[in-house]
């Protein structure tokens, strides 16, 4: 059992207002960045972190938005986001991208 500091890193570490919302109590963008990239560097093993890195393209991808669908960079879009979907699927079997595979689709 391990013990992740996340609060102790925003008091302790990210003390200056900077990292903060308007508000002055929830943490911005930048102190979750930070926080994030200190779990990332200190408890996820390498190979996790190039997984975690791929799905996190793969949600940026399903927030693209597209200006015009019938267009040919529409299309090698998709095409390219579902090659990525199989070989995810066959990398990591475990996964489920059922979701993310019926957006590109309906594209």
Known sequence: LTYFPSYELAI???RDYRFYKKDLVHPNE???DFIWNFLLD???????KVLI?????L?????HKILNL??????????????????LETAYEHLNLKKERE?????
């Open 30 to 32: 930048q102190a979750t």
């Open 42 to 48: 200190n408890f996820i093993i390498e190979k996790d």
């Open 59 to 63: 949600h940026l991808a399903t927030k």
């Open 12 to 14: 302790d570490v990210l």
């Open 53 to 57: 890195d791929k799905l996190y393209h």
């Open 103 to 107: 957006y590109f689709e309906q594209l």
């Open 70 to 87: 019938k267009s040919e960079s529409a299309t090698k879009f998709k095409e390219s986001q579902l090659k990525v979907l199989d070989a």
